[in-house]
């Protein structure tokens, strides 16, 4: 029984996580092990941008190859409104199981929910990110087409202001003429 209640004290201390706020070195915050990823993920939603970061060190140096921290750190890269929303990475992670199988350990119908929505959510924000470079990359097109025919008007004004400063001379050069040509008749009528 001393044995048993010793072993049951280790492995409720084994399960707290320890994360410390760097601002305050003397605040610990802790985060027991969630009994599913639910609750997990509700927890996150509660800490600050320095605290996952913590959280994302201390599941890679758990194991990276560890079925429950993979998911961990993909519920940790899929928080919207952070520092550390990574759609790509929480996807990535997400490929490599597959939760309609029990290869890695039996999970409960809510956890299998929760990942197969997010995967659905993944999917949805890849999805617009990807519209969205398109788009970019559309306007980018436009802008430079646009830049180009400015640049081709541009051109186009430097041509034709030259080309009234070269009528502006040539009408003085034409009224020169007349000028001569009334003098010459002029001249010519003229009774001496």
Known sequence: MKYLLITL???????????????KETEIIQIITPTNYGQYYLGLKKLSNEQLLTEIHQQKRLNSEEFDSNIKLLMIHSLPNSSIH????????????????????EMNNSDIALLTVLRDQLNQQILLFQKLIGQDLVNDRNIAQLAQQTNTINQLNVQLSSLNEQLSLLKLQ???LKTIELNINNHGTDPQ
């Open 9 to 23: 004290t280790l492995f409720c201390l084994t399960a707290c996580q320890h994360i410390s706020s760097p601002n």
């Open 86 to 105: 990574n759609p790509y990475t929480a996807k990535t992670i997400l490929n490599k199981y597959q939760f309609d199988n029990s290869q890695y350990f």
């Open 174 to 176: 034409l009224q020169q």
